[in-house]
């Protein structure tokens, strides 16, 4: 796996991010460092990068009354 190769595949995974209306400038690049030495697709990659920059859901308080 050259170098050239893991520079694609960070460039695509910051494309998708983008096209899906991600901040690619949020990207962790270690990460996705790592999943492309596990072997996964690009998009895969940019699927979980998109739902770690997803705010967590806040919980409405419910009132006992």
Do not use: K
């Not at 595949?9 to 096209?19: I, L, N, T």
């Not at 899906?20 to 979980?48: C, K, M, T």
Request: proline fraction near 6%; aromatic fraction near 12%; glycine fraction near 4%.
């Amino acid at each position: 796996m050259s170098r050239e190769e893991r520079r694609r595949y960070e460039s695509d995974c910051w494309y998708e991010v983008w096209r899906a209306g991600g901040d690619p400038d949020r990207i962790n690049l270690d990460r996705v460092e790592d999943d492309y030495y596990s072997g996964l697709y690009p998009e895969e990659s940019a699927s979980r990068e998109l739902r770690r920059q997803r705010p967590a859901p806040v919980e409405e308080e419910s009132y006992d009354e």
